[in-house]
């Protein structure tokens, strides 16, 4: 009992620094803290899609105008992760996730008594998206000093939450829906950040994260400096913006293309959410796997899977029934590991531990431009042309474009191992110059 975690975090809370050691029972129980947050904080924001034809009624606005609300819940938090980065460096993870946890429950409780619908663009899309993408991007960083031989499952468990989260939210989001209105939903939802806030006390800042922080810390500042000199992780940031400007086009508009064009009731159409989630979850945990096997390439999964997305968002308009709307999204659901399993480890294996959270920071920053752009451009195509099928067409395209962009990989790694070659060859020829004078 007394090397017991639980007394650990008791000696810290009294002043006493807590003994860190990868891979063990305290490393288990913020994986699971750190699941539930990404449970809760991801599947609000994948649930904006049922709540999307209930606010367009209520303000009488358009489909464009209401995105954005959405797509500012993602994208602003995503613009704003420098900040998080920061926090996080200059505090704790455990700091920054509770600070995320205290804007979700403020943005939410305001939004759920605004008149106005700008006003939701402040409350939900600013306040609580920088609360959504604080939880979530603590929650996944966290782990990576945590696990070191089981990382790989460490990561894979939170990087399945979402999809266990867009199962479990959408339905109690239609529950709610269907017994209230959208604003005690909403009010609902900073009841659930609550639960992230809690959940965030057990990432207990660590010895070794502490010791690295002081000794290390000269070398991160200049590692941060040449970030944008790696073109490994340019050309992976690239890719991964250009992905986002069409990647959640379809989760936003699927229930209203559903009602609008098929004639298919909401309540049946929130059933995708279910369906896709359930695949990913399955798909996040596989893919993360397979990253680490000698026979994969982590840059290839990702591209072979955002080029099949792309395939499957182009077929959208073509699906004349729901069954094969449902395959559609159960087959890009199988490919939603591919990005969304392994990015946290993509960008590790391009920058280097010392330097993941500025890398992460970064990543977050050029995809939350993105995201923000495209649902809002999907809805005006649709409002101006009076259907999906155009925006659907375009952001197929724009997919199969952004996931080609990590072929440069390929340039990249030749000129690594041609500049290897040259500097062996000249340190090979300077030991044989020193050996001969000798």
Known sequence: MKNSPVLACVKESAGHEPKWQPDSCWSLLVCAAAGISVIIAAGIGYSFGLLLPHLME?????????????????????????????????????????MGSLAGISGFLLASFSPKLWMLYITYGLLAGFGHITVISSSNLVILPYFVKWRSLGVGVVVSAPAIGTFVMTQLTQSLLNAFDWQWTVRGFSVLYLVCGLCSTLFVPLNKQREESTNNKKRQEEERTSLFRNRSFLILLASLTVVHLSYYVPNVHIVKHCAQELHIPGKKSSMLFTYFAITSAFSRCLFCKLGDLKYFNRFHLYQGGMTISGLCVLCLPLARSFGSIVAIFVVNGLMDGTMQGQISLMVLQCIGKHNV??????????????????????????????????????????????????????????????????????????????????
Not at 71 to 89: E, F, Q
Not at 413 to 419: A, D, M
């Open 58 to 98: 209520d303000f009488q606005a358009t489909r464009q105008e209401t995105a954005w609300i959405g797509t500012l819940h993602y994208a602003s938090g995503c613009v704003l992760s420098p900040v998080g980065s920061y926090l996080t460096n200059r505090f704790s993870y455990r700091f920054t996730a509770m």
């Open 357 to 438: 959270i500025h890398g992460w920071g970064y990543t977050m920053f050029f995809t939350g431009l993105t995201t923000a752009i495209g649902p809002p451009l999907a809805g005006l195509m649709a409002d101006k042309l009076g259907s999906y099928a155009a925006a659907f067409y375009t952001s197929g395209a724009v997919l199969i474009a952004g996931a080609s962009i990590t072929s440069l990989m390929a340039c990249v790694k030749k000129r690594q191992e041609k500049s290897e070659t040259q500097s062996y060859s000249v340190e090979k020829l300077l030991v044989t110059e020193k050996i001969t004078v000798l």
